[in-house]
């Protein structure tokens, strides 16, 4: 213990100053590449969220007079934009799940389109004609977008 103490003593301090000062700068450059990273996602998932607002309004509103699968297939080019931008503030982990809950949203069938020769725009939402009459449309998709929006959590 003698020998640590005397090795200590001996160090200059100006050793110990420039290590202090280089932790400081270290966990200060942490903090903020971590605020840059929260506030990204922020921004990121408030425009995530306001990309699907319109249409989650209107599945909420029992008084709808839009066709839903219309409704949905005339906002995909704007659902599939912000998902493209969004995608790129997702973690790694989250990722392949938020992919699989974006290809459940609009291709969730189990129908051989290829056999069929269904044309690629009309793959869109397919799986509306196959809903169960007990089953709400609005209510199915909505969960489908919820889940959607789950991964662009509130801040």
């Not at 699968?69 to 934009?81: K, N, Q, V, Y």
């Not at 973690?91 to 389109?113: P, T």
């Not at 290829?114 to 004609?129: C, M, V």
Request: hydrophobic share 45%; glycine share 4%; with cysteine.
């Amino acid at each position: 213990m003698s020998n640590f103490v005397s090795l200590i003593a001996n160090v200059p301090n100006g050793i110990f100053a420039l290590v202090a000062c280089i932790i400081t700068l270290g966990g200060g450059l942490f903090v903020q590449a971590y605020l840059f990273r929260y506030k990204r996602f922020s921004d990121a998932s408030e425009n995530f969220r306001k990309a699907f607002a319109p249409e989650v309004s209107m599945l909420q509103n029992p008084a709808r007079a839009k066709d839903i699968r219309d409704m949905l297939i005339e906002a995909f080019p704007r659902h599939s934009e912000a998902v493209v931008v969004f995608q790129h503030n997702i973690g790694f982990f989250s990722k392949s799940q938020f992919d699989k809950a974006w290809k459940q949203y609009h291709s969730d069938n189990d129908l051989d389109v290829e056999k069929w020769g269904i044309p690629p725009k009309e793959r869109l939402f397919i799986e509306y004609f196959t809903i169960e009459q007990k089953q709400d449309p609005a209510l199915y998709y909505l969960n489908k977008i919820n889940k959607l929006l789950s991964f662009a959590k509130q801040t």
